[in-house]
């Protein structure tokens, strides 16, 4: 039965340690915080906008991060690219629709529809390993 456990979490890529977070409103962040806590996830940091996302990325490059990709007036694109290219593994998080034709581009990994919840945050935190 040990094997067998090994086994699995073998296949599964490793938890992140330090998430992104960057949503700008405040009710989602703190429940997306919450979720993170709950699965495991030992640092957090939750930014509200392209520029504070941004200087988050330059102080500690993240594991992974979850972004808005519509922040009021902006949209978090140049996050986005700044995760791309550092290699970040990301997710965009929308109420809209509009944007699954720019994961490519942008280099998300996928798109999760808001309203999201812990088992969403789950499933893209720590995917089999391909």
């Known amino acids: 039965m040990r094997a067998d456990i090994s086994n ?5 890529a490793p938890q ?3 998430v992104l977070v960057v949503e700008d409103n405040m009710i989602i962040a703190l429940d997306t915080e919450d979720n993170l806590r709950s699965l495991g996830v030992s640092s957090i940091a939750v930014k509200s906008n392209v520029a504070d996302a941004l200087a988050a990325i330059e102080k500690r490059v993240p594991d992974f991060a979850i972004v808005d990709f519509n922040l009021g007036s902006e949209s978090s694109a140049p996050v986005a690219r700044a995760l791309a290219q550092r290699g970040v593994r990301f997710v965009l998080a929308t109420g809209y629709t509009d944007i699954a034709d720019q994961l490519e581009e942008l ?7 808001k309203p999201y919840g812990p088992d969403d945050i789950a499933s893209v935190l720590t995917p089999a390993m391909r």
Not at 8 to 12: C, F
Not at 107 to 113: F, K, N, T, V, Y
């Open 107 to 113: 280099g998300a990994e996928s798109l999760m529809r």
């Open 8 to 12: 699995t979490q073998a296949s599964v």
């Open 16 to 18: 992140p340690n330090h």
